[in-house]
């Protein structure tokens, strides 16, 4: 079934530790995003990607990094995390040339102790 | 900051009444869309709406648009148990950069 798979489900990780949550695709969509959710919040976007070889930063980036190195996946890196990077982590991506619409994974549920 | 605040932040109904939501935003926008959030699960598009449409319709589902006023809101009509969800609304701004920014949402309980 074609979508968006995010892993792991879910972690524990120990401050400071450096964590990389994964996403991948196989709709062939050109963009791709990385937002955060916190209880009782909306989604904040942390870093996207209009296409392979492509990033830039959204509204939360500090402590976060991405890469595309090809069409299909999106990492996000936590370098040493921090008790406030918990949260529910959820990747996205759209079709690109105009299409708005965009398509989310399951969601990563980190907690930093 | 988030772009968007939503109203009321909790909801609850008996099934088959009409839900209704609203959402205010800051910036000017390209389009505005409508995401369902089922407990513990991902987003799931519903709607989009664009700056120069009033109102949509999607089955059960109907959206207006306020430019002037910079607000939307979102009707489900008669509503079944199996819409209990969040509802978050989130724009796309005229820069065209595609990047969504949410609202903060509104959590909806159908009773049966």
């Known amino acids: 079934i074609a979508g968006i798979t995010q892993a792991p489900t879910s972690q524990i990780l120990a401050a400071g530790r450096r964590m990389t949550l994964r996403c991948t695709q196989d709709m062939r969509h050109n963009a791709m995003y990385w937002y955060r959710q916190d209880l009782g919040l909306g989604l904040r976007l942390i870093h996207y990607s209009n296409t392979a070889g492509t990033t830039g930063k959204g509204e939360v980036p500090d402590g976060y990094s991405v890469s595309r190195a090809n069409t299909d996946d999106f990492p996000l890196t936590l370098a040493s995390a921090v008790p406030s990077q918990t949260s529910v982590y959820f990747c996205?991506?759209?079709?690109?040339?105009?299409?708005?619409?965009?398509?989310f994974g399951p969601g990563t549920r980190l907690t930093v102790l | 900051s988030q772009q968007g605040e939503e109203d009321p932040q909790a909801l609850s109904i008996q099934e088959g009444e009409n839900a209704t939501m609203n959402c205010s935003y800051k910036?000017?926008?390209?389009?505005l869309q409508w995401y369902r959030q089922n407990s513990g699960r991902g987003l799931v598009h519903l709607i989009l709406?664009?700056?120069?449409?009033r109102e949509k319709h999607s089955g059960r589902l109907r959206v207006t648009l306020d430019t002037s006023k910079k607000s939307s809101s979102l009707l489900i009509t008669a509503s079944r148990a199996a819409d209990t969800a969040s509802y978050f609304c989130?724009?796309?701004?005229?820069?065209?950069?595609?990047?969504?920014?949410f609202g903060s949402g509104t959590r909806l309980l159908v009773r049966p």
């Open positions: 910036t000017s926008i390209n389009n």
């Open positions: 709406i664009r700056s120069n449409e």
């Open positions: 996205a991506s759209r079709r690109g040339g105009g299409a708005d619409t965009q398509y």
């Open positions: 989130a724009t796309v701004g005229v820069d065209s950069s595609y990047k969504l920014i």
